[in-house]
């Protein structure tokens, strides 16, 4: 079975700085999914960004990135200039490739944007 | 852009009742998902279903839960007799069939059992 961990259950940020979040997954799958979904106050699933396992490149979605390492089955997510309203919980999530694919998450951490 | 809409947003019941949300995924998608999240806790699966009937469920998915997709739009999970920790948000999710496309979130059912 596929597990995600989370290890920094809270992290805090100056505006305009940046933020690294970390992900660890275990995995015996060659090809899978990784995503960042951020779940603000209001509770929303909100999907950040999204990585293929089989792709070496590292995703990119504007401020958001990931630095994606399958060999040491990590996958960190880099927030560039931060903004009040990135304040929320992320969560890592994995899904495999096949099949009816679920999403097995992380216990997520709370990032705190202050002024 | 497409979503996946879920009602009501808040449900409030009394321990014993049953209760259903409601879900309307995103119309070309054709699988779909149940998920759970306890306050302060992770987001749980439950429950997932393609070609009207269940694909994969997981231990929390006991036999007080059912799901259903009683017409071409709606996707339902009931609960047949709550208890109180039954009490989370629950989330509804659907996919589109073609390659790994990411799951799509609707906003969430608040579920507070009394």
């Known amino acids: 079975a596929q597990t995600v961990t989370q290890s920094q259950p809270e992290m805090s940020v100056q505006e305009a700085e940046t933020v690294t979040l970390s992900c660890t997954y275990d995995?015996?799958?060659?090809?899978?999914?990784l995503f960042w979904y951020k779940q603000p106050p209001s509770r929303q699933m909100i999907l950040v960004i999204r990585q293929e396992a089989y792709k070496q490149q590292n995703a990119t979605e504007n401020r958001f990135s990931v630095n994606f390492q399958k060999a040491a089955k990590s996958f960190s997510l880099k927030i560039s200039d931060s903004q009040l309203g990135d304040t929320a919980m992320y969560f890592c999530a994995f899904m495999t490739e096949g099949g009816f694919q679920k999403l097995v998450f992380g216990t997520g951490t709370r990032l705190l944007v202050s002024p | 852009e497409p979503e996946v809409t879920q009602t009501p947003s808040h449900q409030v019941t009394q321990m014993g009742q049953e209760v259903i949300l409601r879900c309307v995924p995103i119309?070309?998608?054709?699988?779909f998902y149940w998920y759970r999240q306890i306050l302060g806790q992770k987001v749980e699966f439950l429950v997932s279903?393609?070609?009207?009937?269940?694909?994969?469920k997981s231990e929390i998915f006991d036999d007080q839960f059912s799901v259903e997709r009683p017409d071409g739009s709606n996707f339902t999970l009931k609960i047949r007799s709550t208890k109180l920790e039954d009490s989370a948000m629950y989330f509804c999710?659907?996919?589109?069939?073609?390659?790994?496309?990411?799951?799509?979130f609707g906003d969430g059912t608040r579920l507070s059992i009394l």
């Open positions: 279903f393609y070609n009207n009937e269940i694909s994969e």
């Open positions: 999710a659907s996919r589109d069939i073609l390659g790994n496309q990411p799951q799509h």
């Open positions: 995995t015996s799958e060659n090809n899978y999914y």
């Open positions: 119309s070309n998608h054709l699988y």
